[in-house]
């Protein structure tokens, strides 16, 4: 006996729309159109996969924009050296500002410089800055340049091929320059087992 086909006697196009039906696409008295999707439709469709696309080139290929973590961290740097100004301003009364582009020499700032130092720091550089897996920091002798510009600036943006990571989503540039002053007192300091120099070397002018 031959199975009966239950759906041979339904009708190919919808009275009301006058659109053809999905063939054997039905249940429970529901059946499907064979309509294509409104324009707009497609166009937003195709709009998200392009953007995704252009996403993913601008946050993980040029990274031209900080992903979600890296604005969360300098949001936190930010807030972090926002309460340092406040604290400071109800210590000891009105702020003075602090010329970023030379080195602290105030007990206070380099105190702090050097707990950021002995926090970050000391794995690649050791205690007294004698350099293990970075460079010894108390020589004549630099890879990136020696003036506290260069210090800032290899601290901030970092030596990713050599394994140092950018900093300025982890420390504000308050704390980047307590900690670049820091290391210009470590210079002539001749500690135990210094490394051997690395770079060139530096003379002020």
Known sequence: MEEKDIH???PEIDLLTNDKFVPHHEFDGIRELANNPPWWLTFIFIFTIMWGYVYFAKYHIYKDAPLQEEEYAQEM???VAEEEVTTLADASGPIVEVDMTIPLVDEA???????????????????????SIGPNLTDDYWLHGGSFGDIQKTITNGVVEKGMISWKTQLSAVQIHQVASYVTTLHGTNPPNPKAPQGEKYVAK
């Open 8 to 10: 041979k006697d339904l």
């Open 77 to 79: 740097a930010a807030l």
């Open 109 to 131: 700032g380099l105190a702090k410089g050097a707990k950021i130092f002995s926090s970050n720091c000391v794995v690649c550089h050791l205690a007294q800055g004698q350099g």
